[in-house]
């Protein structure tokens, strides 16, 4: 009798939970049968990875409604048209903004209504035996996904130029390079006290290299400053001569000009007159030349120096 008991108690506890059970349905099926509803066409156009039938709906983070259907747009294939059924007592406006969001980290996907800014937005109605269309705004998760597959491809591309980089043949010439640079590596060590040796040298070459450059510029310097002395007065002395010569030469033009009439009578007897006044002349000549020296290139002049000749290609 106990035993029979028993079983009387579960199975009126077993009828119990499923009528309540039962009655829950039907409760929530009244609630949802009371509860109006309004559908409309979210057009995506991009892929909708995630988002399936019966997805949710949100409108600023609380659920209003869920997915009815998904469809491609028969005018356009790239585009993807998610129907949703909503509560008619959510504020959808004209300015209402759609976006597709991840929900959770499942890898699924829904859809979330946000108000926008215009405050004289009306509410979202279609016309008559039509259904009232939202253009969704690109998704950053959609994005991030587009990126995550272009971000795998380079990678696997980069992994596949690494595996080729490190090939065997790539590997025994890097094994082989190692080993060459700790050979050498070796040596240096080795002639350690040559190397030094010889950067002592090299450097001591140098002091004496600079010290060399030194005294010949302070020697050039020096004979720089006599050239220009010597020439400045060689120069002085070629001016006082010319000037010389010049007054010699226009007092003998003065005295031929003065005595031109009893020259004329005589002129046999003094033709000595003209080769001398040549030869003045010619002097006169070579002091001009030499002054014109002088002053171009002095240095040159007095060293006995030939001028620098220009180069034509």
Do not use: C
């Given at each position: 009798?106990e035993?029979?008991?028993?079983?009387?108690?579960?199975?009126?506890f077993?009828?119990?939970?499923?009528?309540?059970?039962?009655?829950?349905?039907?409760?929530l099926?009244?609630?949802?049968?009371?509860?109006?509803?309004?559908?409309?066409?979210?057009?995506?156009?991009?892929?909708v990875?995630?988002?399936?039938?019966?997805?949710?709906?949100?409108?600023?983070?609380?659920?209003?409604?869920?997915?009815?259907?998904?469809?491609?747009d028969?005018d356009?294939?790239?585009?993807?048209?998610?129907?949703v059924?909503?509560d008619?007592?959510?504020?959808v406006?004209?300015?209402t903004?759609?976006?597709?969001?991840?929900?959770?980290i499942?890898?699924?996907?829904?859809?979330?209504?946000?108000?926008?800014?215009d405050p004289?937005?009306?509410?979202?109605?279609?016309?008559e035996?039509?259904v009232?269309?939202?253009?969704?705004?690109?998704?950053?998760?959609s994005?991030?996904l587009?990126?995550?597959?272009?971000?795998?491809?380079n990678?696997?591309?980069l992994?596949?130029?690494?595996?080729?980089?490190?090939?065997?043949?790539?590997?025994?010439?890097?094994?082989?390079?190692?080993?060459?640079?700790?050979?050498?590596?070796?040596?240096l060590?080795?002639?350690?006290?040559?190397?030094?040796?010889?950067?002592?040298?090299?450097?001591?070459?140098?002091?004496t290299?600079?010290a060399?450059?030194?005294?010949a510029?302070?020697v050039?310097?020096?004979?720089?400053?006599?050239v220009?002395?010597?020439?400045?007065?060689?120069?002085?002395?070629?001016?006082?001569?010319?000037?010389?010569?010049?007054?010699?030469?226009?007092?003998?033009?003065?005295?031929?000009?003065?005595n031109?009439?009893?020259?004329?009578?005589g002129?046999?007897?003094l033709?000595?007159?003209g080769?001398?006044?040549?030869?003045?002349?010619?002097?006169?000549g070579?002091?001009?030349?030499?002054t014109?020296?002088?002053?171009?290139?002095?240095a040159?002049?007095?060293?006995?120096?030939?001028?620098?000749?220009?180069?034509t290609?």
């Open positions: 009798m035993t029979r008991a028993h079983h009387v108690l579960i199975g009126l077993t009828v119990l939970v499923v009528g309540a059970a039962l009655a829950f349905a039907l409760w099926g009244k609630s949802d049968a009371d509860r109006q509803f309004e559908t409309y066409d979210i057009v995506f156009q991009e892929a990875s995630g988002l399936s039938k019966g997805g949710t709906v949100e409108f600023n983070g609380i659920k209003i409604g869920d997915v009815v259907s998904l469809s491609l028969p356009d294939a790239r585009r993807v048209i998610a129907r059924r909503v008619s007592t959510a504020p406006r004209t300015d903004q759609a976006r597709l969001v991840p929900a959770g499942t890898g699924l996907t829904m859809i979330r209504l946000t108000s926008g800014n004289a937005s009306q509410r979202l109605v279609a016309p035996g039509e009232a269309r939202i253009v969704a705004a690109p998704s950053p998760f994005r991030l587009a990126d995550g597959e272009d971000a795998i491809t990678g696997n591309e992994l596949v130029q690494a595996r080729a980089l490190l090939s065997a043949d790539n590997v025994g010439a890097i094994g082989r390079t190692l080993d060459n640079l700790e050979q050498t590596t070796a040596a060590v080795a002639q350690r006290e040559d190397v030094s040796a010889a950067l002592r040298e090299i450097t001591q070459a140098s002091r290299a600079n060399a450059l030194a005294e510029t302070r050039l310097g020096t004979a720089n400053r006599l220009e002395n010597q020439g400045t007065q060689t120069l002085d002395s070629a001016r006082a001569a010319m000037q010389t010569f010049e007054r010699a030469m226009g007092a003998v033009d003065k005295l031929i000009a003065d031109r009439e009893p020259l004329d009578g002129l046999r007897g033709a000595e007159i080769p001398a006044v040549a030869e003045l002349r010619s002097t006169l070579s002091v001009r030349a030499i014109r020296q002088l002053e171009d290139r002095p040159d002049y007095l060293l006995g120096l030939e001028p620098t000749k220009e180069f290609p």
